[in-house]
């Protein structure tokens, strides 16, 4: 697979991650699943701001922020890497479908990280608004990133028998996430699902 596919692929992606995220922060304010934008039972569209990492991680401190995104910024560089040796080398064309996911999605989350403290203002109060007068919400590296996509299955309670959690009641799937994220999923899913494929063993 030539580089400039793999380039076409995580562009692609990228659009329309960055489209969605502009369009719920330019046209509506923050909004749980107690009142989403859209509701159609198991698929809901929310607008949820992440300050940390995956599944709302977040490090402590004033530093904590910028901790996190210089570590996302050094390993999209190794992503990059990758995928550039991958294309160098031949090779397999679901490794290199693969590594682009990964780094599109990756790349696309650092961008909300990196820029939209700056671009916008915050979207608690009032809808958001691009380069505001009196600047963002936030600086550069504090920017947080933007979710929408919310998918309840079902509902459900742990067995009594289960420690601390027994008798509570949960939701699967309760993640928010965007297309970013869901980029980078597919793109591992799969490459745990054809790794046979992916690293083919050297005669």
């Known amino acids: 697979?030539?580089?400039?596919?793999?380039?076409?692929l995580i562009a692609l992606?990228?659009?329309?991650?960055?489209?969605?995220?502009?369009?719920?922060?330019?046209?509506?304010?923050?909004r749980d699943?107690?009142?989403?934008?859209?509701?159609?039972?198991?698929?809901?569209?929310?607008f949820y701001e992440n300050p940390g990492?995956?599944?709302?991680?977040?490090?402590?401190?004033?530093?904590?922020?910028?901790?996190?995104?210089?570590?996302?910024?050094?390993?999209?560089?190794?992503?990059?890497y990758?995928?550039?040796?991958?294309?160098?080398?031949?090779?397999?064309?679901?490794?290199?479908v693969c590594i682009s996911l990964i780094f599109a999605g990756a790349f696309g989350n650092i961008?909300?990280?990196?820029?939209?403290?700056?671009?916008?203002?915050?979207?608690?109060?009032?809808?958001?608004?691009?380069l505001p007068e009196g600047g963002g919400y936030g600086s550069w590296f504090h920017g947080e990133v933007v979710d929408m996509l919310y998918f309840p299955l079902f509902d459900g309670s742990w067995p009594e028998w289960v420690p601390s959690i027994g008798g509570q009641s949960f939701t699967f799937f309760n993640a928010v996430f965007n297309v970013a994220?869901?980029?980078?999923?597919v793109g591992v899913i799969l490459l745990i699902l054809f790794s046979k494929k992916a690293f083919p063993e050297k005669a």
């Open 13 to 30: 992606v990228l659009f329309i991650d960055q489209a969605s995220k502009i369009y719920i922060k330019l046209n509506y304010m923050l």
């Open 53 to 80: 990492a995956a599944w709302g991680f977040e490090l402590p401190g004033d530093y904590g922020k910028i901790v996190l995104t210089v570590f996302r910024l050094f390993a999209i560089c190794g992503i990059g």
């Open 82 to 96: 990758w995928l550039w040796k991958s294309v160098k080398n031949n090779g397999h064309k679901i490794l290199i």
């Open 181 to 185: 994220d869901s980029s980078i999923t």
């Open 111 to 130: 961008i909300d990280s990196v820029f939209y403290g700056e671009l916008f203002s915050s979207s608690a109060n009032s809808v958001a608004t691009f």
């Open 1 to 8: 697979m030539k580089l400039y596919k793999a380039v076409i």
């Open 33 to 46: 699943s107690r009142n989403p934008i859209v509701d159609w039972d198991k698929f809901q569209l929310l």
